[in-house]
Every structure is written in structure tokens, then in C-alpha cells.
């Protein structure tokens, strides 16, 4: 398992947001239902952390680095937790298809650690095998997904947001951390069991406890 490191060649990439990539890096990756959040809140938060970045643009300090994940990370994770739109995925066989999909592959593009499928959102912990990229495995779970949930649903479309938030892991402290989040994410946003799914490595539940 690899963790960021100042050594390290790192590869930047850029859709709407920017992703940092190196080389079988562990991450922490978001992605959204396309209705999650409405569109006037969205266009705020992104012209607030836009204004932001200007202002203290990359390689950003570890405090900086903090700061922004306190002032944009939070709040985004709250817009999601608040429950707009359609939450397709509160249904257990949309969550079940884009189960399938993370599952795809696991243990050779990649290897899982935790993940959490709630009702308009899915959070994973992952560390990517060499040779591959973030924008690819990402897409992939995406792409498969998106047809499958479509399908069920009748519907034709983007499903997805088309962007996704991700940061690569610092050390084991920030692991613990993230998989705490993970972990305790659909209590904070009030979900009952039926509403979403969770799944973590045996080791990843030996750590939380």
C-alpha cells in the first residue's frame, strides 16, 4: 500500500476539477447522483472554492491544504448528506448494480478497502494497481453503473455527475480517518439500514474495531 509522497512523480489531470495522481497511490473518491444537489447551490459552493483557489492556488501547504477541505469538502459532504433529488440509490437494487461494478476488477486494477453506497452519493477507499489511472477505473465504475441503474429505472441519460472529488492518502492516521468517515457517514446523515451499503476489508474492521 503507497501513500502520498513529496518524492514521488506526481500527474495532474483536470475535468472540472483537478486530480493528482501517482503512481498506485491509495485514495479517497466521491462521486455524486447527477440531481444530488440543485444547481444554484452547486454553482455558489463551486464559485466560492473557484475564488479560493485563486487566491491560494496548488501545491497547497498542509494547512492550507486543511483549510479548504474544512471550508469546501465539509460543506459539499453536507449538501450531499441533506438528501436532494431523486436518491435512486436508496433503492436496493440500484445499489446493488453499482455494487457490482466496484466489484469488478477488485483485487487486480485496484484494491478495495471501504466503501459506502448512500442514497445519492458513494464514498470509496481504494489503492489503484500500477499502471493504471484514476480517470479510467473511476469512469469505468461510472460508466458501468450508470447503464445498469438506467435500465432499472427506465431511463436514458447522465446519471452521474460528470466530475468527482478525490484525494490521495497521506499516511495511516489520514486512513484511519477516512475510513472512520466512511464508516460513521450514513449514521451522520440519518439513514436506516435499508437505505444504504457498506462494506469494508476484514482489516479495515480490525482497525476501526
Known sequence: MRFFSDLAETVVTRNRLPHWQQEAATYFVTWRLNDS???EL???????????VRLYPPPMTEEQEAEFHRLFSTRMDQLMDAGYGECVLRASECREALVTSLRMFDGDRFLMHSWVVM???????????????????????????AKDINSLLGKAG???????????????????????????NPEKAGLRDEEYTLWE?????KMLG
Open 158 to 184: 447522465a446519471l452521474w455527475q460528470k466530475d468527482y472529488f478525490d484525494r490521495m492518502i497521506r499516511d495511516w492516521d489520514h486512513m484511519f480517518r477516512v475510513a472512520k468517515y466512511i464508516r460513521r
Open 37 to 39: 444537489i440543485p444547481k
Open 42 to 52: 452547486s454553482d455558489e459552493w463551486r464559485h466560492e472554492r473557484n475564488e479560493w
Open 119 to 145: 442514497p445519492n452519493h458513494v464514498h470509496v477507499l481504494f489503492s489503484i494497481a500500477e499502471k493504471q489511472t484514476l480517470e479510467k477505473t473511476v469512469g469505468g465504475w461510472k460508466r458501468y453503473s
Open 201 to 205: 476489508a476484514d482489516w479495515v474492521k
